[in-house]
């Protein structure tokens, strides 16, 4: 559907005119489509294609381009709180619909282009399973934006909201939301994505952060989440000759040293590699990663760690 043209040309991303655009359109004729089908035997229009509506408008509302957020939030509101005229019922039936509106409230309203008031409102909406996937996609996108403040907001909230979730779902309620259920869908992400560098790199950019913030470290114990499956979705990345994307992986391997056992040694014997790369760029760069990293996990400086340290600062890589 046209909510999901992501074309790019000389002109920047065209594919915004036509989600534009699709967004308008759905507007106008999904209220008329419902109508008719109120009035009809063959049913055109059904609860999973409201899902998709509104989860997709969802993921454009926190998306990077300030104008389509704007336009996709005011048509979200607008299907939001529309109703049928016959009855006075909800025109779209969707899932967890009080939840929306106490984020979305209709009597309120909300700067969809400001970054700093929209992102911590969004990232509530996370706790939906039937949104969670596109909310985050447009997150995450978001925090590879064009403009500093975007980035740094949106990246920000999002970590700042993972960072204070429960670790797994033993403590809360099945309406809410855990650093594993968090987890688990980055890797789906990361996987869905896997030929998408316009989502994949920043995904190992947050992934990245998420390390740094010592939050997935709070999960390594448990067995809910695969680090091994997230590795080998980072592994498929570094056969690339992209400068970014190297980088991106790189440091998500870092962050993995972090962690006990396979995935560790995995990690490390990538990032060896990577010392020896062709690009003389990735060589310091990861020197240098590796360097920090390995530093602020080193609690004693026992001689093994200070050679360790000797070659990876005075090496000319």
């Known amino acids: 559907m046209g909510l999901e043209d992501y074309s790019t040309d000389s002109r920047g991303d065209v594919g915004s005119w036509i989600r534009e ?38 993921k454009q509302s926190v998306e990077r381009i300030d104008r389509v957020r704007s336009t996709a939030g ?7 709180y529309m109703k049928k005229e016959n009855d006075d019922s909800w025109m779209f039936e969707i899932p967890r619909r009080d939840e929306l509106h106490k984020v979305l409230p209709k009597d309120e309203e909300i700067h969809w282009a400001s970054p700093s008031e929209l992102y911590p409102r969004m990232v509530k909406l996370l706790v939906i399973p ?3 996937f596109d909310l985050l996609t447009g997150l995450i996108v978001a925090a590879g934006g064009m403009t500093e403040s975007l980035v740094r907001y949106s990246s920000a909230t999002l970590i700042e909201y993972v960072n204070l979730l429960p670790t797994d779902s033993s403590t809360i309620s099945s309406s809410e939301l855990s650093l594993i259920d968090i987890a688990k869908s980055l890797l789906d992400l990361a996987k869905y994505f896997e030929k998408q560098d316009r989502i994949l790199v920043p995904l190992l950019e ?43 992986c790189m440091k ?32 310091r760069n990861t020197a240098d990663q590796l360097y920090l990293t390995l530093t602020g996990s080193i609690e004693e400086d026992d001689e093994k760690s200070l050679e360790i340290e000797e070659i990876l600062t005075n090496t000319d890589w």
């Open 21 to 58: 655009a699709s967004m308008m359109g759905l507007l106008e004729f999904g209220p008329l489509i419902i109508k008719l089908d109120s009035n009809s035997s063959t049913k055109w229009w059904n609860n999973d294609l409201s899902i998709k509506v509104f989860k997709n408008l969802l």
């Open 74 to 80: 005011k048509i979200l509101l607008e299907l939001l």
């Open 130 to 132: 039937e949104f969670r």
């Open 206 to 248: 947050v992934v990245d952060f998420l390390f740094e913030a010592g939050t997935l470290q709070k999960i390594t114990n448990k067995d809910e989440f695969n680090f091994l499956e997230l590795f080998e979705c980072v592994k498929k990345g570094v056969k690339t000759k992209d400068i970014k994307k190297l980088t991106a």
């Open 252 to 283: 998500v391997f870092c962050g993995m040293t972090t962690l006990n056992g396979t995935v560790r040694k995995k990690a490390l014997f990538q990032l060896l590699g990577l010392l020896v790369h062709q690009f003389p760029k990735i060589r």
